[in-house]
């Protein structure tokens, strides 16, 4: 793949950007949470621009050439590869928080139970867990963490619309799950991205294993 940068973007700025999209994704991919080629990653490169993985790779060998450049309505930049098939997903991220510097997708089978287990009711509701506190922004297990699970949909501007749509009701988001499909969560760097996912994962478990112990 080749991949022609603008003028604006230094050659090792790209790369350290696609190098550390890579390690997450393998690592994540370790963890099992990247099926069958599932899951899309990026990072921000400057405000017009992100990088973001290629459509259909392997998540668990991705190296710098599995990643390309695109602009913030996701068109492909300098390159006639296809950007993940949800790259409008994180484009949305970075026009609607421009602090976010890293989105992280991920098809787990714990973030695909709870989707489908709380799809009915349109969000997962947390609170009293300490781990909460891993989520930007939240000081005490007693806040309460709302997660909405959206319809799942193959057409991505349905996704944006009810992303917006919670936003422009004033609702926080540091996460939400697609039904069925995953999750989606960010940060202001590749770490608080991380520290989101594993957190969500953990408390995601935490919350099928009540309703399993309770059934
Ligand atoms: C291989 S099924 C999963 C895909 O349909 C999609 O949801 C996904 O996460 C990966 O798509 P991609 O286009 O590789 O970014
Ligand atoms: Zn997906």
Redesign the pocket.
Known sequence: MHQKLPETIPAPLFAARADAIADAARELALAGWTP?????FSMRVDTDHAAI?I???DKGKLGRADIMLVDMQGHAVGTDARP???TALHTQVYRRWPEAQAVL?T?SRTQSVASRLFAQAGVVRLEGWELQKAIAGHTTHASVLEIPVFPNTQHMPELVERVDAWLDAGKPLAAYLIDG??IYTWGRDMAEARRHLEALEFLLGCELDLRRLSA
């Open positions: 069958a080629t599932s899951s899309n993985t459509s259909g790779r993940s098939a949800e997708h098809h499909h995953g």
